[in-house]
């Protein structure tokens, strides 16, 4: 059965950088879009960053373009988001994402939640001002 861990999450001052890790077991990692979602208390679950089976393609949601890098390493079944510039607006659970494998995206697809199968626990990002 497949499964994400999320880690990397902690306190960090404005302006400061952190990178999340996500680790998948129990299924193949290559062939899988991989996303990172966020969800702020009070607030719906959001769209932050993904990147496609092959890693040629990233995407990322306008609120954070330009300070998240999304990345995956096939070798070690990881996806990572480095997060800098960090903001108290960025303060959320982050959630890692995985679809099935060969699920292909069209149009911005893959930034609805509804397009990936399995999900992490989450991490705790907090930003302090």
């Known amino acids: 059965q497949v499964q994400l861990v999320d880690s990397g999450g902690g306190l960090v001052q404005a302006g400061g950088s952190l990178k999340l890790s996500c680790k998948l077991s129990?299924?193949?990692?290559?062939?899988?879009?991989m996303g990172w979602f966020r969800q702020a208390p009070g607030r719906e679950r959001e769209f932050v960053a993904a990147?496609?089976?092959?890693?040629?393609?990233?995407f990322t949601a306008d609120s954070v373009k330009g300070r998240v890098t999304i990345s995956r390493d096939d070798a070690t079944n990881t996806v990572n988001l480095q997060m800098n510039s960090l903001e108290p607006e960025d303060t959320a659970v982050y959630y890692c994402?995985?679809?099935?494998?060969?699920?292909?995206?069209?149009?911005?697809?893959?930034?609805?939640?509804?397009?990936?199968?399995?999900w992490g626990q989450g991490t705790q990002v907090t930003v302090s001002s």
């Open positions: 990147i496609s089976r092959s890693g040629g393609s990233t």
């Open positions: 129990g299924g193949t990692f290559p062939g899988r879009f």
């Open positions: 994402a995985a679809t099935a494998v060969s699920r292909s995206a069209w149009s911005d697809t893959y930034s609805r939640g509804d397009f990936y199968d399995y």
